[in-house]
Nanobody, 125 residues
Framework: QVQLVESGGGLVQAGDSLRLSCAASGLTFSSYAMGWFRQAPGKEREFVAAISWNGGIPAYADSVKGRFTISRANAKNTVYLSMNSLKPEDTGVYYC??????????????????WGQGTQVTVSS
């Protein structure tokens, strides 16, 4: 049974930093591209960042480029999202995702193999 468990969310002020973690189990982690998505209240889930199986070729949404960094530790079956200079518009539930295709992660939310349950990030102004 595949499980993706996110952690690290919380309530912060604008300009602060957070690091999210996603621990994976039940799959061959190093064979999967990993991604982060988010969903704000009343909005659709959107792509944030993705990384290939070996840690290369990271991709970011324009709204987070230069502020967020995705990384992974295959030895720990964990993917991270470091978020700096947080803004109120970064508020939402952040979801970890795994797929055999990096392109599918970058393309959006449809047909992705596995999802986590999400962790709440709230940025106050």
């Amino acid at each position: 049974q595949v499980q993706l468990v996110e952690s690290g969310g919380g309530l912060v002020q604008a300009g602060d930093s957070l690091r999210l973690s996603c621990a994976a189990s039940g799959l061959t982690f190093s064979s999967y591209a990993m991604g982060w998505f988010r969903q704000a209240p009343g909005k659709e889930r959107e792509f944030v960042a993705a990384i290939s199986w070996n840690g290369g070729i990271p991709a970011y949404a324009d709204s987070v480029k230069g502020r967020f960094t995705i990384s992974r530790a295959n030895a720990k079956n964990t993917v991270y999202l470091s978020m700096n200079s947080l803004k109120p518009e970064d508020t939402g539930v952040y979801y970890c995702a795994a797929d055999s295709s990096l392109m599918k992660l970058r393309a959006g939310v449809h047909g992705i193999d596995y999802w986590g349950q999400g962790t709440q990030v709230t940025v106050s102004s």
